[in-house]
């Protein structure tokens, strides 16, 4: 929610409306595919620092919910640009609204998308990832940042607390103290801190496009694994952020027994006891 605090800093601009990698066209956003099993979703609002709103979030949803489909696709990265992954929220469209509004119309409930999707969602952020730009970050399961990337949950200083899962999320990564300052003071942290403290997994080298280079790497990695394991993995660690322990540990057993029934299981142990690399039907 941190677009305007943001605003005066000199940007570029890039061309509004670009071919989706299916034959559609976004507005918000840039849909391709780097190479064959990885989706890349760029935002792409140049001109306001990729501040999120809801026709942005339409457009990612739709190319999210196609890339999971998408039988292909193995892992998706959401990036956006050198300057600012995302600045925050667009205060212009939250400005006018009341109460009533936003209860109304449920504020926000078209942004939890990306935490329904079955395939792993790395963030790539470079530069600005404030506000909601950060809550963004903290839905995907992975994120890595450029040395330029600065995290942050400024709300406190537009008069209004995080509201879209910040105060949620940040609290389970970095810790009750941290994330009391950080949302109390509206401070903001460099890539190095946010490596630090557990809220990225790592900062990439340096120079223009690294981290999208390295997040696209990470993705073929997962993707060449077999998806099935991939996808019920990925659901088992989202468990523990619900469960107890001793529930967590029961689903996780539940789920690793019904692997034994998938044929990626049978070929994955054969091809360990062959002594060769397994031939992935993802079935």
């Not at 890039?14 to 066209?25: D, L, N």
């Not at 109304?104 to 939890?112: D, I, Y």
């Not at 999208?212 to 660690?237: D, F, N, P, W, Y």
């Amino acid at each position: 929610m941190s677009y305007l605090l943001l605003s005066r800093i000199p940007i570029t601009f890039a061309r509004a409306s670009v071919r989706h990698f299916s034959g559609k066209t976004y507005e918000n956003i840039i849909a391709s595919r780097p190479v064959p099993s990885v989706a890349l979703l760029t935002l792409n609002r140049p001109k306001a620092l990729n501040a999120l709103n809801t026709p942005l979030f339409r457009d990612l949803n739709d190319a999210l919910l196609e890339a999971d489909a998408e039988g292909e696709v193995g892992a998706i990265v959401i990036t956006g640009s050198e300057k600012a992954f995302a600045a925050g929220a667009d205060i212009k469209e939250m400005r006018e609204q009341t109460f009533a509004d936003a209860y109304g119309k449920s504020l926000f409930a078209e942004w939890s998308t990306v935490t329904t999707i079955r395939k792993p969602v790395i963030a790539a952020v470079s530069g600005y990832a404030l506000g909601g730009g950060c809550e963004l970050a903290m839905m995907c399961d992975m994120i890595l940042a450029s040395p330029t990337a600065v995290f942050g949950q400024p709300e406190i200083d537009l008069g209004v607390s995080p509201g879209a899962g910040g105060t949620q999320r940040l609290t389970k990564i970095v810790g009750k103290y941290r994330a009391m300052e950080l949302m109390l003071t509206g401070k903001k942290i460099s890539a190095k801190e946010a490596e630090q403290w557990g809220l990225v997994n790592r900062v990439v080298g340096e120079g223009e496009g690294e981290v999208v280079k390295e997040a696209i790497e990470l993705a073929k990695k997962i993707s060449s694994k077999g998806r099935i394991a991939v996808q019920a993995t990925k659901e088992m660690v989202n468990a523990a952020y619900e469960l107890p322990l001793s529930e967590g540990i029961r689903f996780e057993r539940r789920l690793f027994f019904g692997l034994f029934s998938t044929d990626d299981k049978k070929e994955g142990m054969t091809a360990f006891t062959e002594k060769r690399k397994p031939n992935w039907t993802h079935s």
